[in-house]
C-alpha cells in the first residue's frame, strides 16, 4: 500500500483530475500480434486492474491495436467487474489498423477521417461504454492524410458526444501545431524515461506552453528501469516478445542501460521505496508531465511501482541522478528537470 494517497493533476484544460500514475494495458493484449510482449493470462490482467483501482489510480490507458482488440475487451471486462464507486476513467487511442488475415503484419498508420470513426466506434463496442474519456491518435498518419483533416474528425467525434476529450502520441512540435491550429490538443502521450529523454527537450515544454496535459509513456522503458530487470533475463525474451528485437535490450546499450538502474538504488533506499518507483517519480519530477502511464501484468507488480504516484524526489535526488546519467552513458536527452512539479 502506498504510505500516502496518490497525487492528482489536472490534464490540461480537460478538467479531469487524473492520479500521477496510470494503468498502462500494452500487455494485456496478450500474444499472436506485431507488438505484443508474450504470453499473457487474462485472469492475471484482471487482477492486476483491480489492484492498481484499489490502491488509487483512477485511470486505465489501453488501445485497439493491444492484442488486436483483445486489451480493449478485457478492460471492458474489468469495467463491468468494478465497484461502479471505483470506475476508473479510459484512454484510449485510434490510428493502427491490423490485417487480420496476418495478424503479425505491422499495423497501417491510417488516420483518415473514415477510419477514425470506425475505431471509435469499434472501442466503444469493446469496452462496453458510452462515450470515450479521451481518445488520442496512437501514431502520425503514413498514407498521406493531411493533419488537420485528421484533427477535424476527431472533434467531430467531440462535438458528437463519442468523445469527451481527444488528444495525440507520438507528435512532434509541427504535427502539434497544426493540430492546435484546427482545435485545442488536449493531451499529448510521449516516450519518455531516464533512458528516452528527448520529448523534454521540445515536445513537453510545447504541451506546457499550450496547456495541454502529458501522460508520459514507457516510464520503466518497458521494464529495464525495474528491480529485478538483469542480462539473463534480457537473454531470455522469447521470440514473440518485441523487447527482444530492441536495441535497448542489446549490447552495447543493455549494459549501460542496467548501470543506470543500479545507480537508482541509492535514491530508493533513502525514500524506502522501489528502484521502479523512484524511475517513475523522475519523470513526474519534470515542469509539463501530467502522468505516467505504467503497465503491471500482474497485481504484485502494481505493488512494486504504486509509490510513485506519492513519491517526492528532492533537488539530491535530481542531481545524483543527473550525475548517473552523465557517468553511465544511457540514453539521450536532457538529465535533468529544472524544477519540480511536486
Known amino acids: 500500500m502506498p504510505d500516502k494517497p496518490l497525487l492528482r493533476r489536472r490534464l490540461g484544460t480537460s478538467g479531469l483530475e487524473i492520479t500521477t500514475v496510470g494503468l498502462g494495458s500494452w500487455a494485456v493484449g496478450g500474444d499472436g500480434w506485431a507488438g505484443a510482449w508474450g504470453s499473457q493470462d487474462d485472469a492475471e490482467s484482471l487482477a492486476a486492474l483491480h489492484r492498481g483501482v484499489e490502491l488509487g489510480i483512477n485511470w486505465i490507458d489501453t488501445a485497439p491495436v493491444y492484442g488486436l482488440g483483445h ?28 490485417d487480420e488475415a496476418d495478424r503479425q503484419k505491422p499495423s497501417r498508420r491510417d488516420l483518415t477521417p473514415a477510419s477514425i470513426r470506425r475505431e471509435a466506434l469499434a472501442s466503444l463496442r469493446r469496452l462496453g461504454v458510452e462515450w470515450l474519456d479521451l481518445l488520442q491518435f496512437h501514431w502520425p498518419d503514413n498514407i498521406g492524410t493531411a493533419a488537420e483533416d485528421s484533427w477535424g474528425a476527431v472533434l467531430r467525434l467531440v462535438e458528437e458526444g463519442l468523445v469527451r476529450f481527444a488528444g495525440v502520441s507520438n507528435y512532434d512540435v509541427s504535427l502539434l501545431d497544426r493540430s492546435e491550429a484546427v482545435g485545442h490538443v488536449t493531451s499529448l502521450q510521449p516516450p519518455f524515461s531516464l533512458i528516452r529523454r528527448d520529448a523534454a527537450a521540445a515536445e513537453i515544454p ?41 536495441p535497448e535490450f542489446q549490447s552495447p546499450r543493455l549494459e549501460r542501460n542496467l548501470s543506470l538502474r543500479d545507480a537508482l538504488a541509492p535514491v530508493a533506499t533513502r525514500h524506502g521505496a522501489t528502484v521502479a518507483a523512484v524511475a517513475v517519480a523522475w519523470t513526474l519530477s519534470w515542469n509539463g508531465v501530467t502522468a505516467a502511464i505504467v503497465g503491471a501484468r500482474r497485481a504484485s507488480q502494481v505493488d512494486g511501482w504504486i509509490q510513485a504516484g506519492s513519491l517526492e524526489l528532492g533537488t539530491e535526488d535530481l542531481a545524483e541522478i543527473a550525475s548517473a546519467i552523465e557517468r553511465t552513458g544511457a540514453g539521450t536527452g536532457p538529465a535533468r528537470p529544472e524544477t519540480t512539479l511536486i
Open 71 to 98: 486489451a480493449e475487451e478485457v478492460v471492458g471486462r474489468f469495467l463491468r467487474e468494478v465497484d461502479p464507486a471505483l470506475r476508473p476513467l479510459v484512454f484510449t487511442k485510434c490510428g493502427l489498423v491490423w
Open 206 to 246: 510545447w504541451a506546457e506552453r499550450h496547456g495541454t496535459g502529458v501522460l508520459v509513456y514507457s516510464p520503466m522503458q518497458a521494464g529495464l528501469l525495474t528491480d529485478g530487470f538483469d542480462a539473463t533475463r534480457a537473454k531470455a525474451l522469447g521470440g514473440d516478445d518485441w523487447r527482444s528485437r530492441s
